[in-house]
């Protein structure tokens, strides 16, 4: 099992410019969460999705961000255009249930300039 | 909206001593609770799970507890060593099944 797979790894971005994050979540995991992480403000969740439906998207900063799961084996995180402020680790991890323990990708650590 | 605190941001402790973190928690009574480990440049790894209905769990060197009045739960690392120097994030389900994170405690086990 390869686990949660994101990528890339690292993006650098001027400001404006479009960002799209990926990831792949561990097969037969019915639920997908994408999470933003900062000194300031530790692990935050953005959205989740339970079999490709987004299901809580309160956690999405503005409308600069947006978030797609067109099967269930990926899912994107979108932000355009982007800003100083957004630079921070991205993370997605997956599970097999809501009370099940997530398993988290290694992250997109994003810089913009 | 749920508030989740971690006691302190760095703890610092002996090798071989007890290191025990606090996670308080706010304007919800959670179902369950988490427990992570995180290495830097690397994502949160689950270590225990603990149910309201559940006072204490063990895992080898690791225990949790959970006091539902108090809305507090207690991890402990015995004979802590170096390797168990990482950040520590306790995590609480929300109302509509999300997961919500504490900011973590960074602990650090000295030789």
């Known amino acids: 099992d390869a686990g949660v797979i994101q990528s890339p790894r690292h993006e650098v971005t001027e400001m404006g410019q479009e960002v799209t994050l990926r990831c792949k979540p561990i097969s037969g995991h019915d639920y997908l969460f994408w999470y933003r992480q900062t000194m300031m403000r530790g692990l935050e969740l953005l959205i989740y999705?339970?079999?490709?439906?987004?299901?809580?998207d309160s956690g999405m900063p503005e409308d600069r961000f947006s978030a797609k799961m067109p099967n269930a084996s990926f899912s994107t995180l979108k932000i355009q255009p982007s800003e100083p402020r957004d630079s921070a680790v991205y993370f997605c991890a997956s599970t097999v249930g809501p009370s099940s323990p997530l398993h988290f990708g290694n992250g997109t650590r994003l810089t913009v300039t | 909206s749920q508030k989740i605190e971690q006691n302190s941001e760095a703890l610092n402790i002996q090798e071989g001593k007890t290191a025990t973190l606090t996670c308080n928690y706010t304007?919800?009574?959670?179902?369950?609770l988490q427990w992570y480990r995180q290495d830097p440049g690397r994502g949160p790894v689950f270590l225990l799970l603990i149910r309201e209905n559940e006072k204490e769990k063990r895992k080898e060197r690791l225990k949790v507890t959970f006091d539902t009045t108090l809305k507090q739960s207690l991890f402990h690392i015995t004979a802590s060593q170096p390797a168990d120097s990482a950040t520590y994030l306790c995590a609480l389900v929300g109302g509509a099944n999300n997961l919500f994170f504490g900011t973590g405690t960074r602990l650090t086990v000295i030789p």
């Open positions: 999705f339970n079999n490709n439906v987004p299901i809580d």
């Open positions: 304007n919800y009574s959670p179902a369950y």
